[in-house]
């Protein structure tokens, strides 16, 4: 017999939760009239039973103990909005085991435990959703596993960390200073936990596994995907880029070539008039190439309560549905194999490099000598003015491989008139 009221057990009630819960209390009759079954919040588990909380919820709806939700006969959903690995991944695999639907915004565990997690939930005929765990509020999964499923995709590029667009945001439009920025983006919600991760890029890495997955229909690990942060990027970087036509972003990037994939997330210089050099703040953009629907573009908020929680309403409402018609809505990504990676070495990037050089006649022709040698062909070089005989030059190469570069890197380093190479990042035309 049909149930007409669904149940839902949260488990965390931060940011996330937070925002996912006002979006059900204040929408709660134009969802039912949407679903035609009403949704009921039956308990929520969180760490700290003392703390405050913004919602109406009864007292008496919260525990502390996690398997007061996961195993709860009367819970049809189970909405993991708490974060972290290992309690998170054996909260799920229970409440799969207990024959619930799942909701989560956890990258880290999606990225790391995903394909377990599925495949327990594919053997109990239920279904994960994780909308919310790649950009925010805006629908990526979704168009992938559905609206695109069609394509083969070709590319996919963006900015997937709301955190960091945030931090460059302010370092390149107001001169503002790095850490300053990233606690103000801990107090919007937007940064993780740990915020390492967001800054040093493996947030965004953890993103690009669970899109290029999907993208690409491949097994993705973690080591495939070359990662740097953006805790190098200095504002005399940003400033020298702005002078050369460029805005440095944190982008992911994904590729399959001849069957093989290319995966990296990195801070880079993109042209001033390029689209995403244009995302600012929490802002997310992805840029999707199909064979069939040519570019594709995905813009909105990555990050935020209200925007995340969005994201998990409508995962909430689709498991209601499969519920209410009695269907697991398919588990695509049961299926995928593994596809080569290209390794980073054989890599093309162009690059742009800042370095502390003596300044004495000749230094430009060294300079030139050293990346020759190394066959790397150089488009823009410039000396800033020069202090005690010091002279800093900033300089972008043509394409090269990478592993031509970090030779030409090591010849530089031999050269004694090139005192420090303080800076080096990659472009993206
Ligand atoms: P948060 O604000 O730190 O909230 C975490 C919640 O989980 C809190 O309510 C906390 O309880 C509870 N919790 C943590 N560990 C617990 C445990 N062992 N047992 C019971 N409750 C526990 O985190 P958030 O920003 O909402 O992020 C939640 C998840 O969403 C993470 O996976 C994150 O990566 C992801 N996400 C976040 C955003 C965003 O914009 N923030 C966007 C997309 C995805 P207390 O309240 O008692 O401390
Ligand atoms: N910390 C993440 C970000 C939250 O800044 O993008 C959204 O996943």
Redesign the pocket.
């Known amino acids: 017999m049909q149930k007409d009221v669904l149940r839902i057990g949260f488990?965390?009630?931060?940011?996330?939760?937070?925002g996912a819960m006002k979006i059900l209390e204040k929408n709660e009759v134009e969802i039912s009239r949407k679903l035609g079954v009403r949704l009921e919040v039956r308990r929520v588990?969180?760490?700290?039973?003392d703390?405050l909380r913004d919602t109406n919820l009864a007292p008496e709806i919260f525990t502390?103990n996690?398997d007061h939700v996961v195993n709860d006969p009367e819970i049809d959903i189970v909405v993991e909005?708490?974060?972290?690995v290992d309690?998170?991944r054996k909260a799920i695999a229970r409440a799969l085991e207990n024959g619930k639907f799942v909701v989560?915004?956890?990258?880290?565990?999606l990225a790391q435990f995903g394909v377990e997690l599925l495949a327990i939930a594919k053997n109990q005929g239920k279904n994960i959703f994780y909308e919310?765990?790649v950009g925010?509020g805006i629908p990526l999964i979704r168009p992938l596993k559905h609206c695109l499923v069609a394509n083969r995709i070709e590319k996919v590029m963006g900015i997937i960390n709301?955190t960091t667009n945030y931090i460059l945001t302010k370092m390149s439009c107001e001169g503002r200073e790095f850490e300053e920025a990233l606690a103000e983006a801990q107090a919007k919600?937007?940064?993780?936990?740990d915020p390492a991760s967001d800054v040093e890029g493996r947030?965004a890495s953890y993103k690009l596994a669970i899109l290029a997955s999907l993208a690409f229909s491949s097994k993705i690990d973690l080591d495939d995907i070359y990662v740097e942060g953006i805790t190098g990027v200095k504002l005399r970087d940003i400033c020298y880029a702005q002078e050369l036509g460029y805005t440095v972003k944190l982008l992911a990037m994904g590729e399959e070539t001849d069957g093989r994939l290319k995966l990296r997330v990195h801070p880079t210089l993109i042209p001033t008039l390029h689209p995403l050099a244009a995302v600012a703040n929490e802002f997310n953009a992805i840029f999707l190439v199909g064979d069939a629907v040519g570019e594709v573009m995905f813009y909105g908020r990555?990050?935020?309560?209200l925007?995340?929680g969005s994201a998990i309403c409508a995962d909430i409402i689709d498991a209601a549905r499969c519920i209410k018609n009695e269907v697991e809505n398919g588990i695509v990504e049961a299926t995928f194999g593994k596809k080569a990676v290209v390794p980073m070495e054989e890599q093309q990037s162009r690059f742009y490099l800042r370095l502390k050089a003596k300044d004495e006649p000749g230094v430009f022709a060294k300079l030139a000598t050293a990346f020759g040698e190394a066959e790397v062909s150089l488009d823009m070089i410039m000396q800033k003015r020069s202090e005690a005989g010091t002279a800093e030059i900033v300089l972008v190469t043509h394409d090269v491989s990478e592993g031509d570069f970090a030779k030409a890197m090591r010849t530089l380093q031999e050269v004694p008139a090139i005192y420090s190479i303080n800076s080096i990042l990659r472009v993206v035309e």
């Open positions: 488990l965390g009630l931060g940011t996330v939760g937070t588990a969180v760490r700290n039973l703390k502390d996690l909005v708490m974060g972290g309690s998170a989560t915004a956890n990258k880290d565990l919310a765990s925010g709301g919600g937007f940064a993780e936990a947030d990555g990050a935020g309560s925007p995340t």
